[in-house]
């Protein structure tokens, strides 16, 4: 993944956080992840998120793997 495709994903997930109409709380309960790790990926501090959290990230948005990060 190269620089700009790591800062889209957590814009990626961001809007589509947004356009769900879920706050980051509700996503990172939902994803069953932790509160800091999804603020952490949606503004860039988590470059390289882990395999487990973008998986669980994008079934919580009803979205498969591949949608969230091409």
């Given at each position: 993944m190269d620089k700009k495709?790591?800062?889209?994903?957590?814009?990626?997930?961001?809007?589509?956080?947004?356009?769900?109409?879920?706050?980051?709380?509700?996503?990172?309960r939902k994803a069953d992840i932790p509160y800091t790790t999804l603020t952490k990926i949606e503004i860039g501090v988590i470059k390289n998120p882990s395999f487990n959290a973008v998986s669980k990230i994008a079934l919580a948005l009803g979205i498969n793997l591949d949608e969230l990060t091409n």
């Open positions: 495709q790591e800062n889209n994903l957590g814009q990626k997930i961001r809007n589509l956080r947004k356009k769900q109409g879920l706050s980051q709380d509700e996503l990172a």
